[in-house]
């Protein structure tokens, strides 16, 4: 970490140049003897990266970034905040802890909040933002986390863990046991140090074979922000065996939307043709796989056992977008056109052999406009497509 960098008038210089072309930047040199020009554009393009995504370390003066990855790897503010809303009690170890952002929300929970980083220099930066944050009741260990809890006596209430998605090649891994720390070959260790265990996976993680890898899994949370899946988290409990619950989350800035399930139900659900409503779910319910469940709760029939569309006569509060079916015909452009007053929609495909751009391609609709288009399958296997306006 270079101090000089927190210097007034190289903090001026970095506001300054926010918003222009870095490769000037580059190609014009540092004004600062102690300052290169790549150190002032690392701090230029993760501050850019910051503004939506971390908008209190955006707003607060003197904050030192680190490289851009960092910044693309970590909680954003808003998933740092829900996630410091599932634990309880008085101490929890962040044994992964990064740029810091989680430990940050749980410090304000939480008493005493320990934050572990393997790179120094990372550490080093942290415990700088954390002082104009003040955020003054973290602990920082530069160290290994695992390492750590091994050398000391002391227990927690709570065990985070973000492990990371590469291995020590540098390449993508797709299976916890492949991340590092190894979560599934430290977990009866991990278990001796706390009763609880939240674990933050990437989004593309399959849930099934996550939960054969862990043990004790009591929820597991999954995480949108405006119908973009973010995180898959597991919560374990130390020699919890019963059912385990699915949550899903998709959080808006009006109104966030709910629905939980138990995970291997074995709900069916009942399949309708098309009725007065369309009811796409959102990302969050997709990836839990809790199709027949939503069903099944609120009542509501399906299109098709693979569409993943639903529909009702009566309008009801749906956690995903509500539609009003005007028409539906089959899959000819002649037939689809005679109910578009506009040579514009917005298509989406569900259980259909075409993508949107062949879709596109061959029917010359373009993209826009108020209809929106679900090409898709029904119960009694036609192809059908539906002309919808969005209700919500």
Same mark, same amino acid.
């Given at each position: ?41 690392? %701090?230029? #393009? +993760? ?8 908008? $209190?370390?955006? /707003?607060?003066?003197? =904050? @030192? ?73 973290? %602990?920082? #260990? +530069? ?8 050398? $000391?006596?002391? /227990?927690?209430?709570? =065990? @985070? ?86 949550? $899903? ?144």
């Amino acid at each position: 970490m270079n101090s000089t960098i927190l210097h007034p008038k190289v903090q001026q210089f970095i506001s300054d140049y926010l918003h222009t072309d870095i490769s000037k930047l580059l190609f014009k040199g540092s004004p600062f003897n102690s300052v290169s020009a790549q150190e002032l554009a690392t %701090q230029i #393009i +993760s501050k850019q990266k910051s503004e939506k995504k971390l908008p $209190t370390w955006f /707003k607060t003066k003197n =904050i @030192y970034y680190p490289a851009k990855v960092n910044i693309e790897q970590t909680s954003s503010e808003i998933t740092a905040m829900y996630k410091s809303s599932l634990i309880t009690g008085s101490s929890v170890i962040d044994i992964t802890g990064g740029f810091g952002i989680d430990a940050y929300y749980f410090s304000k929970k939480i008493n005493k909040v320990t934050h572990c980083e393997l790179d120094a220099n990372l550490s080093t930066i942290v415990n700088n933002n954390y002082q104009q944050l003040k955020a003054n009741n973290i %602990q920082l #260990i +530069s160290g290994d986390g695992v390492a750590f809890l091994k050398s $000391t006596s002391e /227990k927690y209430d709570w =065990i @985070y863990i973000d492990p990371s998605r590469r291995d020590f090649a540098n390449n993508k891994v797709f299976l916890l046991k492949d991340c590092l720390p190894n979560v599934p070959e430290n977990l009866e260790f991990l278990f001796s140090k706390s009763k609880y265990i939240l674990i933050k996976n990437s989004p593309i993680l399959d849930i099934s074979k996550t939960i054969e890898e862990l043990n004790f899994v009591k929820e597991i949370h999954v995480v949108a922000v405006t119908n973009e899946v973010k995180e898959l988290l597991f919560i374990l409990e130390k020699d919890y065996k019963d059912n385990i619950q699915i949550k $899903t989350i998709n959080i808006h800035k009006k109104n966030n939307q709910y629905f939980d399930f138990q995970y291997i139900n074995n709900s069916e659900s009942n399949y309708s043709e098309p009725k007065k409503y369309i009811y796409e779910p959102n990302a969050a319910i997709l990836k839990s796989g809790g199709f027949n469940e939503i069903s099944v709760q609120l009542n509501i029939e399906k299109l098709h056992p693979h569409s993943h569309l639903y529909t009702s006569n009566n309008l009801i509060e749906f956690p995903g977008r509500t539609f009003l079916l005007e028409n539906s015909c089959q899959y000819k452009k002649k037939e689809i056109k005679k109910y578009l007053t506009e040579n514009k929609a917005n298509i989406t495909t569900r259980n259909f052999p075409e993508t949107v751009a062949q879709i596109r391609k061959k029917t010359k609709i373009k993209d826009g406009g108020s209809y929106y288009l679900f090409f898709t399958t029904v119960y009694n296997g036609d192809l059908k497509v539906l002309i919808c306006s969005q209700v919500f």
